[in-house]
């Protein structure tokens, strides 16, 4: 009897049977056999997660960064083993630049006077960033409304493209203020120069995410955004004359 092909061991995280001479088990997909974690092993998974090919963090900024419409309709359409998923995506984002938030100072949330409310959303700043989302992906809807899309599938561009923006924040806007915070005057023209560029990112997005006329997708997407930033400032401004 041939035992070559005999199952050596079993797979440390399905344990299912391995086969000698396999290097990965055949169910789940696991480097075999498992190594005893180490910080070199750890080292080697963070680089492998941040900049390997095939679904890294880097690879999948950058590919957001020049046709986020494309990825959001490469998910929807169901080519997702090539990507991150938007919501972990999103999660991941969000956690990164409200830490850069904290540990920076930077004020994230500015009121005409010092305020509760003002003061919770500092604290918690992710809040804003995650109820952003899905309000968009609603004015998303809303002006796609004869679009193919439903409501869930807008959520895919709007968890990509408001992720990317968390990491603008944290890898542009919070550095440029760290530098220039004692300028005041320069600090409210770069605040002001930045106003647009979610607006018209989503824009660009929309442009490849729909199908049929490019130009009337974008516009829809600037109309979508600024619909947001005007429901976003009244539901805060409504919280804060109730509860203040």
């Given at each position: 009897m041939d035992t070559s092909a005999a199952s050596s061991e079993a797979c440390a995280n399905c344990s299912a049977a391995i086969m000698r001479g396999q290097n990965y088990c055949p169910i789940c997909g696991q480097k075999t056999p498992?190594?005893?974690l180490t910080l070199h092993e750890i080292g080697v998974e963070f680089v492998h997660a941040l900049a390997h090919v095939d679904r890294s963090a880097l690879s999948l900024i950058w590919q957001l960064l020049i046709r986020p419409g494309v990825v959001a309709r490469?998910?929807?359409?169901?080519?997702?083993?090539?990507?991150?998923?938007?919501?972990?995506?999103?999660?991941?984002?969000?956690?990164?630049?409200?830490?850069?938030?904290?540990i920076s100072g930077f004020q994230a949330v500015t009121a005409d006077a010092p305020n509760q409310l003002a003061s919770f959303l500092q604290q918690h700043v992710n809040l804003?960033?995650?109820?952003?989302?899905?309000?968009l992906a609603a004015a998303c809807r809303?002006?796609?409304?004869?679009?193919?899309?439903?409501?869930?599938?807008?959520?895919?561009?709007?968890?990509?493209?408001?992720g990317l923006h968390t990491l603008f924040y944290a890898f542009v806007v919070i550095p440029v203020w760290y530098v220039l915070r004692?300028?005041?005057?320069?600090?409210?023209?770069l605040f002001y120069a930045t106003l647009p560029i979610g607006p018209l990112?989503?824009?660009y997005g929309m442009?490849?995410?729909?199908?049929?006329?490019?130009?009337?997708?974008?516009?829809?997407?600037?109309?979508?955004?600024?619909?947001?930033?005007a429901a976003t400032q009244g539901l805060v401004s409504l919280i804060g004359y109730f509860f203040l």
């Open positions: 498992t190594p005893r490469d998910y929807v359409a169901g080519r997702r083993k090539r990507y991150f998923g938007p919501f972990a995506f999103l999660v991941v984002t969000v956690a990164f630049t409200s830490a850069v938030i904290a804003l960033f995650f109820v952003d989302v899905p309000l809303l002006m796609g409304i004869r679009e193919p899309y439903n409501y869930a599938e807008y959520l895919v561009l709007t968890s990509y493209s408001g004692s300028d005041t005057v320069l600090l409210t023209r990112y989503l824009a442009y490849q995410f729909l199908p049929g006329r490019r130009f009337s997708s974008a516009i829809k997407g600037l109309f979508a955004s600024l619909l947001t930033q």
